[in-house]
């Protein structure tokens, strides 16, 4: 079983449309959590933390379930400029195991 | 701040060859990692330093890979001998602990032809 697994997708959405990914990890001893974006042909870049309460950023939601080793994003009113690959991200002490990541497009 | 550097951007070699990839962190952050990733595999580990020791190389593919962080500004990822299936994109990140993200350099794409 992977560490972290992740629906490659892809998800194709219409722009203003509602999406949410899903993330599950197999370390219940993770201690830390993050969604990344990469565009193609690019470095990964942190989108944002994730934390237990649940935390937003404008669009973008995210939520941690620790008992179920569950992480979720959910992106509302979806931009053209949203297209790209998330990779769901787990963290042990020091290092970040990565989701194979899930690649969403939006279309006008 | 400058991010993490890598360099080649870009490196072409043929099977056999030494390769050598650079990677210079942001200034202040004490762990260096080190990353591949190929379409099949995805991102994976291969080595992190913290304060320029390796603490894992548990993801280091074989002997014919080898890292060094000779100070707190520069690390090598080495591949002797190369092999067409080393080809993949290799990231350096970079951090200061506790439960931040990392920063990510843009990456070498090495091709073993």
């Known amino acids: 079983r992977k560490e972290v697994e992740q629906d490659p997708g892809p998800f194709n959405v219409p722009e203003g449309a509602t999406v949410a990914f899903n993330c599950t990890y197999s370390?219940?001893?993770?201690?830390?959590f993050f969604w990344y974006r990469q565009d193609c042909r690019k470095e990964p870049k942190l989108l944002m933390s994730v934390y237990s309460s649940g935390n937003e950023d404008g669009r973008f939601t995210a939520q941690l379930n620790r008992a179920s080793q569950y992480i979720s994003l959910l992106i509302r009113d979806s931009k053209l400029s949203d297209s790209a690959t998330y990779l769901c991200?787990?963290?042990?002490?020091?290092?970040?195991?990565f989701g194979a990541g899930t690649r969403l497009t939006v279309k006008p | 701040d400058a991010g993490v550097i890598q360099s080649p951007r870009h490196e072409v070699t043929e099977m056999g060859q030494e390769v050598t990839l650079r990677c210079k962190p942001i200034s202040g952050h004490d762990y260096l990692f080190w990353y591949r990733q190929t379409m099949m595999r995805g991102l994976e580990l291969l080595i992190y330093?913290?304060?320029?020791?390796?603490?894992?190389d548990s993801g280091m593919p074989e002997d014919r890979f080898s890292a060094k962080m000779p100070n707190a500004s520069f690390s090598t990822l080495k591949i002797q001998p190369s092999e067409p299936r080393d080809s993949a994109v290799y990231f350096c990140?970079?951090?200061?602990?506790?439960?931040?993200?990392?920063?990510f350099g843009s990456g070498t794409r090495l091709t073993v032809v």
């Open positions: 330093f913290n304060n320029n020791v390796p603490i894992d």
């Open positions: 370390n219940s001893a993770s201690q830390s």
């Open positions: 991200v787990v963290k042990g002490n020091n290092d970040m195991r």
């Open positions: 990140a970079s951090n200061n602990g506790g439960g931040r993200g990392y920063t």
